[in-house]
Structure formats: C-alpha cells, structure tokens
C-alpha cells in the first residue's frame, strides 16, 4: 500500500473527525498550559517594556497606531493580573485535556462536556466577531460550530460496547 493511500483510507476512517478534535483540544490545552507558566514566570517583569522589545526584534513599528494600542494595554498588567491570567490559563487548559483524554477513552461523559462547554462559547464568540470582525474570530467560531455538529451527528462513536 502506497503512503497516497494510506492517507487516503486514513482519512476516510470514520473517527478521523474525532482525532482532529481530540488533537486540536490538546494543542489548545498545551498552549493554555505555556501561557499558565509565562504568566507566572514575566509576572514582576515590565511587560510593557518586554512588549516593545519583541515587536522590534519582528521588525514591526511599535509606534504604529494598532501595535501602541495593544502596548498601551500591556502598561496595566502587574502581579495581580498576571496571576489571575495564570490562574485561568490553567483552569480552562485542564479542561480542554479533561476534554481530550475523556473522547480519547470514547467516554460519553466528554462527549456531553465537550458538546456543552463549545456550544456555551458560541454566542459570545458571535458577539466578539459583531464588535471587532476577524479572521481568527471567523475560524473560531467555524470551528467550534463544526465541533458540537460533528460530536452531535456522531454520538454513535461514544456507545458503551456489550459486556464481553
């Protein structure tokens, strides 16, 4: 069998929906988890200073209009607020590994918790996108729709197999 067809059939498995999902949930998770850990590592640093100095080093004009704002907001970010970032960070990063590991293990539970903790993001990803439209916004809200419709057209990948 070529590598064509491998990821052909790979790609035709019933459950290739649900591995994209179970990966994106973990990549998001690992993310949340970096983000956790800079927040309690930077968070007596100068964010603001340290701010400016990447966005020089990418080459981009901090004194550009939309890069000070965003440098601006850096200016109220102190222990306090850092912590708090880490803290939710961390609290919606467990969840998404939650998440992944329950539809890992096929487990009907994750698939209601998914289902209801995506669908609860919804309106307020429609929101956002009504305020300040993006791309990114777009693709999330595309993706977290496409999430909850394929976990709910493909409840019969979480039935409970027969006693052995």
């Not at 009907?108 to 919804?122: H, M």
């Not at 996108?129 to 999330?140: E, N, Q, W």
């Amino acid at each position: 069998m070529s590598v064509k067809d491998k990821v052909e059939a790979e790609l035709h498995r019933p459950d290739f929906g649900l591995r994209v999902i179970i990966v994106w949930k973990t990549v998001k998770g690992a993310l949340l988890l970096a983000v956790g850990i800079t927040a309690i590592l930077l968070r007596h640093s100068d964010i603001h200073a340290l701010g400016v100095g990447l966005v020089e080093w990418l080459g981009i004009d901090p004194a550009g209009p939309r890069m000070a704002h965003w440098l601006d907001k850096l200016l109220s970010l102190d222990a306090s607020t850092m912590l708090k970032v880490a803290a939710g960070a961390f609290a919606v990063g467990a969840l998404m590994f939650v998440e992944a590991y329950g539809l890992h293990r096929r487990r009907k539970w994750a698939e209601w918790l998914t289902i209801i903790v995506t669908s609860s993001l919804i309106p307020l990803e429609v929101y956002h996108l009504a305020v300040h439209p993006s791309l990114g916004k777009v693709l999330t809200l595309v993706a977290n729709i496409a999430i909850v419709v394929y976990l709910t057209r493909h409840h019969w990948l979480f039935k409970k197999k027969p006693a052995s």
